[in-house]
């Protein structure tokens, strides 16, 4: 079974202040794995997809990286535009389609 | 209208109603699902809808019931609820493997008294 954890639950940050969301999975045969970012009342929207171990993605303040246990998604100089839930997926080898388990996000709030 | 569109945005129901939730998507893509997100969890897949059959059935209670008519078109039809059924309840598309995740709808929050 497909196991996604993430950390910290939640994060404060001052404006400025670079930080690390963490997200660990267990998988057979990883398909991929999705960050997604939530704003409060709202669905997740799509940020990024990695594919294996090594591969790198950037928009704007944000980076996400790949090994083969763990997902890092970088925040440089955050603004608090950026605050919102940040959620972790993986789809694998086991699982029919395009099915994707999630982890249970990292509520980021960044101060100005 | 582009992207996923669920209604109603806020839904309050008895323990006793009938109701149902829909979901719209125009986006072309061949595979709707039906996820719930309480507080403190985890978003948790109830229902796949792939080329409008039904793929997974996770476990979800039969007072939940899916129906998918067509490929742009999604409802869960709810009855007999329990308090413990509030949630948000949130709809996504996806072109069956794309590697670009789904996209999501802005969710029905349901309250159930």
């Known amino acids: 079974e497909d196991q996604v954890t993430q950390s910290p639950e939640a994060l404060r940050l001052q404006e400025g202040e670079s930080s690390s969301l963490n997200c660990s999975y267990t998988?057979?045969?990883?398909?991929?794995l999705f960050w997604y970012r939530q704003d409060p009342g709202k669905g997740p929207e799509f940020l990024f997809t990695?594919?294996?171990a090594g591969e790198e993605k950037e928009k704007e303040r944000l980076k996400a990286t790949l090994t083969k246990k763990e997902s890092f998604l970088h925040i440089t100089a955050p603004k608090p535009e950026d605050s919102a839930t940040y959620l972790c997926?993986?789809?694998?080898?086991?699982?029919?389609?395009?099915?994707?388990?999630f982890g249970g996000g990292t509520r980021l709030m960044v101060k100005p | 209208e582009t992207g996923v569109t669920q209604t109603p945005r806020h839904l309050v129901m008895g323990m006793t109603n009938k109701k149902s939730l829909k979901c719209e998507q125009h986006?072309?893509?061949?595979?709707m699902y039906w996820y719930k997100q309480s507080a403190k969890k985890p978003l948790e897949l109830m229902f796949v809808?792939?080329?409008?059959?039904?793929?997974e059935n996770n476990s979800v209670p039969s007072r939940f019931s899916p129906e998918c008519p067509n490929s742009s078109h999604l409802f869960l039809h709810l009855h007999t609820l329990q308090p413990e059924d509030s949630a948000l309840y949130l709809c996504?598309?996806?072109?069956?493997?794309?590697?670009?995740?789904?996209?999501f709808g802005s969710g029905t929050r349901l309250t159930v008294v």
């Open positions: 996504a598309s996806s072109q069956e493997w794309t590697g670009f995740g789904y996209t």
């Open positions: 998988v057979s045969g990883l398909r991929g």
């Open positions: 990695l594919y294996s």
């Open positions: 997926a993986v789809s694998g080898a086991n699982n029919a389609g395009n099915m994707l388990t």
């Open positions: 986006l072309g893509h061949n595979a």
């Open positions: 809808y792939s080329l409008e059959e039904r793929v």
